[in-house]
Every structure is written in C-alpha cells, then in structure tokens.
C-alpha cells in the first residue's frame, strides 16, 4: 500500500480510513477491515476499489483481488454508463480518452484483472482481456503494454 493520502479529490472520511489502512501493513486484514468500512460508507469512491484490490494482490490473495476487481468494474461502468461486461464494449462505447473519468479507471481495474488472470495461470482469458484493451485503449493510456510484455514472458 501506498503511504498517506492527501487527496482533495476523495470524501475526508475515506481519507482516514485510507491512512489507517496504509498505517496497518503489517496487518494485511486490519487494513482490509478499514478499507471494506471505507467502501461502505464511500461505495461510489472507486479508489477505495483500486486500494482493496492492490492490497488483495499484494498478499498473494488472488480469488480476493478478483473478486474485488469485479467489484470495481461494475461501479466504474455503472457510473460512466457503460456495460459491466468488457466482452460487450468497443472503441465507441464512451470517451476513453478522459483519464479523469470513471472509464478511465474501468480500463486500469481490466489491466489489474488481465494481470491476476496471469498470477492464475490463465493465460487465454489474461489475453482475451489484453486484445479488448488494445481495441478500446489503443494509445494504451494504463500501460497495458506492460502486462503483456509480462504475458510473453509468461508464455515462454
């Protein structure tokens, strides 16, 4: 986890919760007690989201980070108004340039998911998410690059 959050753009009571997580690493489940209590009184904070699923990966808990990307993903498409499956989407179902916006972090949770696919071991699904990526991100504005460089190395 990061360090202290100092943010204007997140509601002050998700700002403490967010501090007293990253205060807690060496407590993986007292953070992800605080972070749960976040998302629930903030469940439209999508960074909360971002800080659940990186603290689930960071510990090896995969089934948890998927699950928590899931989580993500709905929340972002429904507050950008596009479907929750990514299957569905195209370069044309919303502004995917604005990296302000909710799709935007939508992009950056299928990254984080095509890279816990590939911690899985589940390499066609991994790169059934990074071609959807390269279609709707082509200016791969979250690095997806990355994961699949990762992803080739994985492969051979």
């Given amino acids: 986890m990061?360090?202290?959050?100092?943010?204007?753009?997140?509601?002050?009571?998700?700002v403490g919760y967010l501090n007293a997580a990253a205060s807690a690493k060496n407590d993986w489940r007292e953070a992800e007690?605080?972070?749960?209590?976040?998302?629930?009184?903030?469940?439209?904070?999508?960074?909360?989201y971002y800080t659940l699923y990186k603290l689930y990966f960071s510990h090896n808990h995969?089934?948890?980070?998927?699950?928590?990307?899931?989580?993500a993903l709905d929340k972002a498409s429904k507050?950008?108004?596009?479907?929750?499956?990514?299957?569905m989407l195209n370069a044309q179902s919303c502004d995917?340039?604005?990296?302000?916006?909710p799709q935007h972090f939508y992009l950056f949770s299928l990254k984080a998911l095509a890279f816990v696919r590939l911690r899985q071991q589940r390499i066609s699904e991994a790169n059934e998410i990074l071609s959807k990526l390269r279609e709707i991100d082509p200016h791969d504005s979250v690095g997806a690059?990355?994961?699949?460089?990762?992803?080739?190395?994985?492969?051979?």
């Avoid at 007690?33 to 909360?48: D, T, W």
């Avoid at 995969?62 to 989580?71: G, H, M």
């Avoid at 507050?79 to 299957?87: K, L, P, R, T």
């Avoid at 995917?96 to 916006?101: F, L, R």
């Fill in 62 to 71: 995969l089934s948890d980070a998927d699950r928590a990307i899931y989580l």
């Fill in 2 to 14: 990061h360090g202290i959050v100092h943010s204007e753009d997140l509601p002050q009571r998700v």
């Fill in 96 to 101: 995917w340039q604005d990296i302000q916006s």
């Fill in 145 to 156: 690059s990355v994961i699949e460089a990762y992803a080739l190395g994985a492969i051979a």
């Fill in 33 to 48: 007690s605080l972070l749960l209590r976040a998302q629930a009184i903030e469940p439209e904070c999508l960074y909360v």
């Fill in 79 to 87: 507050q950008a108004g596009i479907s929750s499956d990514w299957g």
